[in-house]
Structure formats: structure tokens, C-alpha cells
């Protein structure tokens, strides 16, 4: 949904989750959720996980999506350089110079090569920016160095080949491995995104590591969306049972295609189905602010960040005290007329969040 300017704009009883571009750094995650009388809210403050986590069990890994419509992501086909009219797209099909065709879902043409070289003399294409190159240079080295047991990240493919449910395994990258290692796709570019066989590699690989951490780079549309949102469920109620280690999976959407929809719902299927233990976050690559986003969600909520402090509404209003420490993972309510809240913390100054763009 776009940006609430007020409560109003608010579905009661639906979480919203606070983008970051309006969300104060030293936050991971702001929550909102309207309900009749009040806004709950949901926040966690931004903790780099490497201080305590780092060979201690995990074990981590980067999917990247490789279907056909990833080709632009990847940077290895073209881009508009401007608005293309459905007139102007007529008349280059009309001129031989190409054919519309449906690729991973999308409409799209296919030029000639001779086609290629007029769109190009013409100056309407440019070669896509490689969009993925940036995310996995980011995250693979971090979660090699800093957090995975055995210093070696997994990376794969996933999406490739017939129906999109093939998985091309990369390797297990070191941080100085993968800060050299080129990202441009797979050998076999997938008809399809299928994302279940991507999360069963990582799981059944390791299924003994005492926390599991694992990103997939997207840009589409999940073809077997329920497939994912039913395993997620019961993994969520296993890792509360005990019967399956602990695990995270964050989705990061790329290019101008995000199903960003599909991406709130599975951050938000524990509200949406009750479920115990909250396994997916989602982010969008354009609107990270650093590495440590993609760790928002994996809050110790016995961790406290100091000894006391307390939260005021915009009335001044002291909503919840601490008096037994300030919490990293914090729960209140504030009024429905509020428009943004305070944390005061004890030594440390204050800082003053916004709730509305």
C-alpha cells in the first residue's frame, strides 16, 4: 500500500510495516497495526548480529533468482531509455523487427538482431545496470565472514531451466570469494520462478545447523506462492515445537517488477495465520540502507540496550516505562490521533519516529 499520511489511511487490524526511507537508522523494523481505539506498535531497534553469532551453529546462503525475466537485473539485456508507446511497439512488429512474446509471465518482444541494432541506433536501449552484482557483492562476503560457521556462504541459482524449478549450485563462497565473484546468471535461464526448491536445498542441506540464515534475490512473482505460504507455515509451528532448528529467510525484491504484495504477505503470515515463530522478512535492494537491515527481524528479545527508559507519545504522554532495561524488541499502543512517539533512553538522549510519511 502507499505510505499512510494519517490513521485513516490505516486497515484496522492489518499490519503495516514503516519503509525505511521514513524510518530513523538506529531502527531495524517499525510495525503498525490500527486497531479500534489505538495503534499497536511493533518496533525493533537495529543490532548487528555478528557481535555475539559468529560460529556459533550457523550456517547461511544466497539464492539468486534465475528465471528469464532476471536477464535485466543480471545487466545482460536492455532497457528502455524512455516511455515506448503501444503505437511505437506495434510498429516495430509491424516492421519485422521483432515479435511479442510472454516470458516468465511478462509480455514482452523479442527483437531481431537486426532489430537490436536499430533500437540501439536510435538510442532507445541501453544495456540494463547489473542490479544483482551490488546485492551479492554486499551480502555474501558479510554473511561468510561475519556470521556462517564454516566462513563459506552457499550461493545458488534458483528458477532455472524448464518450469523454473531448477537449482544450478554456485559453490560455498569465502568472503574474499565473493567479493571477486561476477554475478551474471545461470547457465540455464528458467521459463518459470518457482521458489520451493531453492528453500528445501538449503533446509535439507542443512538441516543439522542450530540457525539457518538464508536470502533469495527475486525479482517477479512467486509461481508457487501457496505451495511456499503452506511450508511456511508448518516450518513455523516445527521450529516452535523444537522439531526443526531455528531459521530465517529474507526475500530482497530487484528491477521494476516486484510483486511487493506476495513479499507483505509472507512477512506478515504469522498475523495473517497465528503462526508461532515469524520465519520470512522481506526488503526491496533500492531501499537498503545498509547491511544490517536484512537482520531487522532476528531480535533477541531478552536483549536490552540499557538500563532504563521509557516511550512518550507526540502529546508527551509517557506511553510504557523500563525500568528493568530497554528492550531491542519493544511492544506498546498509542493513541489513534498520535503521529509519532519518542524514545527516551536513560544516558543516551532521545529520538523521535515519525509514523507517517
Known sequence: MANPTSFQDLTVDRNFQIPNSLLNEAFGELNLTRRQNSIDVVLTVLVDPSAGAAGEGWQTGVALDGSSSMQGPFGVSYEWTRQI?????????????????????????????????????????????????EVAQNAIPYLAEKLDEDGGTTVIYWACGAGGSGIEVVGDLSASEAKQAGYSGPKSWG??????????????????????????????????????????????????????????????GVGDQINRTQMEELDDLPDELDLPVDIWDHKIASEIRGITDLFAELVDENLTLAPSGRVLDDSNQTIVSFTDGVPALMKFSLPLSATSFTLEISGGGSITQDLYG
Open 85 to 133: 508507446t503501444a503505437q511505437e511497439m506495434d510498429s516495430f512488429v509491424n516492421s519485422g523487427l521483432g515479435s511479442r512474446e510472454v516470458v516468465d509471465g511478462q509480455s514482452v518482444i523479442s527483437f531481431t538482431e537486426d532489430g537490436m541494432t536499430e533500437m540501439r541506433r536510435l538510442g532507445l536501449l541501453k544495456p540494463c545496470q547489473n542490479e544483482v552484482q
Open 191 to 252: 521459463d518459470g520462478t518457482r521458489l520451493m526448491p531453492a528453500i528445501r536445498y538449503f533446509l535439507d542441506r542443512f538441516k543439522d545447523a542450530k540457525m539457518g540464515f538464508y536470502v533469495f534475490v527475486t525479482d517477479g512473482e512467486i509461481e508457487d506462492f501457496e505451495d511456499v505460504k503452506n511450508f511456511t507455515a508448518q516450518l513455523s509451528r516445527d521450529v516452535s515445537e523444537g522439531t526443526v532448528n531455528d531459521v530465517k529467510l529474507v526475500l530482497i
